[in-house]
């Protein structure tokens, strides 16, 4: 087929380079100027693994190709498919600014022949059935079909989808769905474009009240004998919950949950449909955010610091995860300004984030290039990315650099308990990890990691396993 993928963000160049190596001759358009000169010289914008080389590969077959203007390209020769991935970030009052998606459309719909149209950007219930009602034509030639990326595996996730989801109202755009992932085994749920909003916004609440539940587990982990990390691996063990999204740490601060979970939430108040569920989750991730600042004013106000004033803090990991670029509702973004706010001198590290880059997001923070400049003379640390060079760093080493009280907050619970347990360093994560001579003693893969870095629990499974990034490119 002969696709066009307006919006070359995460989801669009994504798509655009996973169709392409399907066999589909794919178009990505891009109004970015700048964005657009990055994706023709043949760089990813955005980081995921694997993706500059496929897209490279991509190109190298003929198969994909850029350009500012579908109307243009379409002129030249007519698509068969057009796919919409444009942002719907949140607006001012959480809903979801459909801004993009409504301009994409009018351009589309003047093309001629018309091709099928098929939205994923992520949109509230009854946005398909709206747009179809201002745009005549469109509902014949229609589908919703929501993605299913998680960012570290996006690749992955498009080659081989937990599921299919096709919105439709008619047979055309189903067929047109069914031919542009041919090849693909998945299983299909044919429902109407409302259906299929719902079951994208439905799945992300769902993710998010795992972690929150999580989370709010942790924060009854808080005795001497019970351990999160346990809890959580037995919970998970029952095949009617399952280990992912169990983790728990600062909140979810990803691309998606924090805005579809706000989006849904608003849509229901405007029909007034009542989210007590919805309402607590997020509730719950919101008061998670400043955990890591009480913590810290908990454990520093009657040491040497003196409180948080006086303060000096090392900050581990800008990034909510180190797969992800993203730093939309990363942690460090509330956390630091509001160890900045209350009068902290604030140091940050993070090896996929240059230092410029750093201070531009934190005004008032000093960068580290390194981990031990980051430590060194601090009187706290605090872990908010899970970067393989901080779990497996020479903790013993670092703890020499500190000054009292010597404080480490575990923000995502990725250290080794009996590692920090044996140095003199005050350990403290979100709810209680024991280390294994406090715990009773433990059998298989937790007992060997006495004297490394301790990855989560055997079954308490992140969304992806921690890989480090390169830098970002330049754009």
Same mark, same amino acid.
């Given at each position: 087929?002969? /696709?066009? !993928? ?12 996973? +169709? ?5 001759? /794919? ?27 496929? $897209? ?33 970030? %949140?607006?001012? @009052? ?16 003047? $093309? $001629? ?43 992955? @996730? ?30 299909? /749920? ?12 439905? #799945? ?7 972690? #929150? ?70 509730? !719950? ?10 913590? +810290? ?10 409180? +948080? ?29 509001? +160890? ?7 140091? !940050? ?13 934190? *005004?008032?923070?000093?960068?580290? #290039? ?17 970067? %393989?060079?901080?779990?497996?760093? @020479?903790?013993?080493? $670092? ?63 992140? #969304?992806? *396993?921690?890989?480090?990034? *390169? ?5």
């Amino acid at each position: 087929m002969r /696709v066009a !993928v307006v919006g070359q963000g995460y989801v669009g160049l994504t798509g655009a380079v996973a +169709l392409a190596h399907q066999g589909h001759h /794919v178009t990505g358009i891009e109004q970015d100027t700048e964005r657009l000169r990055v994706l023709e010289a043949g760089r990813a914008p955005v980081f995921e693994p694997g993706l500059p080389e496929q $897209l490279t590969a991509a190109q190298a077959t003929g198969r994909l190709r850029f350009s500012g203007s579908v109307t243009e390209s379409h002129r030249r020769a007519p698509f068969d498919i057009v796919l919409v991935t444009v942002g719907t970030p %949140p607006a001012s @009052d959480g809903s979801a600014d459909l801004t993009q998606v409504t301009s994409a459309l009018g351009e589309i719909l003047q $093309l $001629l022949p018309t091709p099928c149209v098929v939205l994923k950007s992520t949109v509230p219930p009854g946005t398909s059935a709206v747009l179809a009602e201002a745009y005549p034509g469109l509902r014949e030639r229609f589908a919703y079909n929501p993605e299913f990326l998680n960012q570290g595996s996006a690749l992955e @996730d498009w080659a081989v989808p937990a599921r299919i989801v096709a919105g439709t109202w008619a047979e055309d755009g189903l067929r047109a769905l069914r031919e542009l992932y041919e090849g693909i085994a998945a299983p299909w /749920v044919e429902t109407t474009p409302s259906g299929a909003e719902m079951i994208k916004y439905a #799945s992300n609440a769902f993710l998010a009240t795992k972690i #929150s539940f999580a989370n709010e587990v942790a924060g009854m982990c808080s005795g001497p004998d019970i351990d999160i990390d346990h809890v959580m691996q037995g919970v998970g063990f029952d095949p009617r919950i399952g280990h992912a999204f169990l983790q728990p740490g600062l909140g979810y601060g990803d691309s998606c949950l924090p805005k579809d979970t706000n989006a849904l939430a608003h849509w229901a108040s405007t029909a007034g449909l009542p989210t007590p569920l919805l309402r607590a989750t997020i509730a !719950v991730n919101d008061a998670q955010f400043g955990l890591a600042v009480q913590m +810290l004013r908990t454990e520093l106000g009657d040491g040497p610091a003196d409180g +948080l004033a006086d303060a000096e803090i090392a900050v581990l990991g800008v990034r909510y995860e180190p797969w992800s670029d993203d730093l939309r509702a990363a942690p460090s973004r509330t956390v630091v300004p509001a +160890l900045l706010g209350q009068g902290a001198r604030v140091r !940050v590290w993070d090896p996929g984030t240059d230092t410029d880059a750093i201070a531009g997001l934190f *005004p008032g923070a000093r960068p580290a #290039s390194g981990l031990a400049e980051a430590v060194e003379g601090a009187h706290a640390v605090v872990v908010l990315t899970e970067w %393989p060079q901080a779990i497996e760093a @020479d903790w013993r080493a $670092l703890a020499t650099l500190l000054y009292e009280p010597r404080l480490v907050i575990d923000g995502k619970n990725c250290l080794s308990p009996e590692r920090m347990a044996a140095l003199p360093v005050r350990y403290r994560s979100v709810g209680t990890r024991l280390p294994a001579s406090a715990a009773g003693g433990r059998s298989g893969p937790a007992a060997a990691e006495a004297d490394g870095a301790r990855p989560a629990p055997e079954a308490v499974v992140r #969304s992806r *396993p921690p890989e480090p990034p *390169p830098p970002l490119p330049d754009q």
